[in-house]
């Protein structure tokens, strides 16, 4: 049964996940480091990639925050284990009529086009290369990922790419760096009361920088 976000930037989302177990995400503190980020980059954008989308709540937040801000939009959610993508199609079932056009792949995305496994350079032309949110969790494939997505190092695009070893910051950013784009990096930041959230330590994000004005 979908599980509403009440609070947040995924205000408004509903998806399928198991609410005991998911209480920051219900109340808009799951990653909570990203949330005034994903604020502004949801007014600037129209459509959204989700590579490694797991359980859906970044896919089906979005689908919530394009709808706040009056677009319906296309979303991908890439996914490459098989309950995960059933999970993910039950929330797709749940959601509004005029909710985004959300597509479904279960596939791995890397440098490379192979069996089970695609890249982001590989999405056809209905995928404009601009004004697109793309979100990054790969546990350890971040490079691998990037270097399948050079089409998409535009400044009018908003990354943020989950970061699993520390080794991989600097050579994250300087591959942005050469485009003439900046990455910031965001650690964990343990929440009043709540504490840290229960993740390992070598863990970060690197977001786009939205300081200057859209593209």
Same mark, same amino acid.
């Given at each position: ?13 509903? *998806? ?19 949330? $005034? @980020?994903? =604020? !502004? ?7 959204? *990639? ?5 359980? $859906?709540?970044?896919?089906? $937040? ?12 296309? &979303? ?27 597509? *479904?792949?279960?596939?791995? !995305? $890397? ?22 949110? &793309? ?9 691998? !990922? &990037?270097? %399948?997505?050079?089409? @998409?190092? +535009? ?6 790419? =989950?970061? +699993? +070893? ?12 050469? +485009? ?31 300081? %200057?004005?859209?593209?």
């Amino acid at each position: 049964m979908p599980t509403r976000v009440w609070r947040g930037p995924f205000r408004g989302a509903r *998806i399928v996940m198991n609410p005991r177990h998911s209480l920051r995400k219900v109340f808009g503190l799951y990653e909570h480091e990203l949330n $005034g @980020w994903l =604020e !502004v980059a949801f007014g600037r954008i129209d459509r959204v *990639i989700d590579v490694g989308a797991n359980d $859906g709540y970044f896919t089906f $937040g979005c689908v919530a925050a394009l709808r706040r801000h009056g677009r319906r939009g296309k &979303i991908v959610a890439f996914e490459p284990e098989k309950r995960p993508v059933q999970e993910l199609r039950e929330s797709l079932r749940a959601q509004k009529e005029n909710a985004a056009q959300v597509e *479904i792949v279960q596939a791995f !995305v $890397g440098r490379e086009v192979k069996p089970d496994m695609t890249t982001l350079d590989a999405l056809g032309s209905e995928w404009p290369r601009t004004n697109t949110l &793309i979100k990054v969790d790969v546990e350890g494939a971040e490079l691998e !990922v &990037i270097a %399948g997505a050079q089409s @998409w190092l +535009h400044a009018s695009n908003a990354f943020v790419i =989950e970061v +699993h +070893h520390r080794s991989f910051l600097k050579p994250l950013q300087n591959t942005f760096s050469q +485009h003439g784009l900046r990455l910031n990096q965001v650690n964990q930041r343990a929440l009043p009361l709540l504490g840290r959230e229960n993740r390992d330590e070598e863990n970060w994000w690197l977001v786009s920088d939205l300081s %200057g004005p859209a593209q």
